[in-house]
T-cell receptor
Framework: AQSVTQPDIHITVSEGASLELRCNYS??????LFWYVQSPGQGLQLLLKYFSGDTLVQGIKGFEAEFKRSQSSFNLRKPSVHWSDAAEYFCAVRREAGGGNKLTFGTGTQLKVEL | DAGITQSPRYKITETGRQVTLMCHQTWSHSYMFWYRQDLGHGLRLIYY???????DKGEVPDGYVVSRSKTENFPLTLESATRSQTSVYFC??????????FGSGTRLTVV
């Protein structure tokens, strides 16, 4: 079964500092990978996704993620964090084919931004 | 407009009562999903549907029932609510480009 690990439950960064949120997945083949953001009391918004091709993926709000097959990782990065980025971030994976198109989520990383 | 609506946004119910959470998409996407979100667990899949009248269990289906008589609707029913089902519930559909769009969620409290 596929699984997703987000090792950092909470991360605090200063506004303007760089950010990296870690995500590791467990799946035999190349999965489809996603990052979602959730502001308090809101639903989930898609930041970016990776299916194939260039391993560096650009998303919305200045975020990017890099797929590293050798490390089974799909870390999310942002060069300069804004206070409005404070939210919870979820990494998710689904199988390339079949499996009911189900998304499996990590447990999330809560980002706090210090002014 | 994300094209997916969940109702109600908030619900308080008593233990043992039946409660139905509604999910409606304005499109005709085939795949729809129900997740529950709990602190420390992220989002866990309850049930999903590949098309009208085709549903299957996810990771945590016990105590829940789904139906999908029409493509655009995917209601989730708690047959006899328990306190452990207090959670935030999200409905989603899979888009044609293999993304997933989520509703705004239903916050359910079982007292």
């Amino acid at each position: 079964a596929q699984s997703v690990t987000q090792p950092d439950i909470h991360i605090t960064v200063s506004e303007g500092a760089s950010l990296e949120l870690r995500c590791n997945y467990s799946y035999g083949a190349t999965p489809y990978l996603f990052w979602y953001v959730q502001s308090p009391g809101q639903g989930l918004q898609l930041l970016l996704k990776y299916f194939s091709g260039d391993t560096l993926v650009q998303g919305i709000k200045g975020f990017e993620a890099e797929f590293k097959r050798s490390q089974s990782s799909f870390n999310l990065r942002k060069p300069s964090v804004h206070w409005s980025d404070a939210a919870e971030y979820f990494c998710a994976v689904r199988r390339e084919a079949g499996g009911g198109n189900k998304l499996t989520f990590g447990t999330g990383t809560q980002l706090k931004v210090e002014l | 407009d994300a094209g997916i609506t969940q109702s109600p946004r908030y619900k308080i119910t008593e233990t043992g009562r039946q409660v139905t959470l509604m999910c409606h998409q304005t499109w005709s996407h085939s795949y729809m999903f129900w997740y529950r979100q709990d602190l420390g667990h992220g989002l866990r899949l309850i049930y999903y549907s590949a098309a009208a009248d085709i549903t299957d269990k996810g990771e945590v289906p016990d105590g829940y029932v789904v139906s999908r008589s029409k493509t655009e609707n995917f209601p989730l029913t708690l047959e006899s609510a328990t306190r452990s089902q207090t959670s935030v519930y999200f409905c989603a559909y899979r888009t044609d480009t293999y993304g997933y769009t989520f509703g705004s969620g239903t916050r359910l409290t079982v007292v």
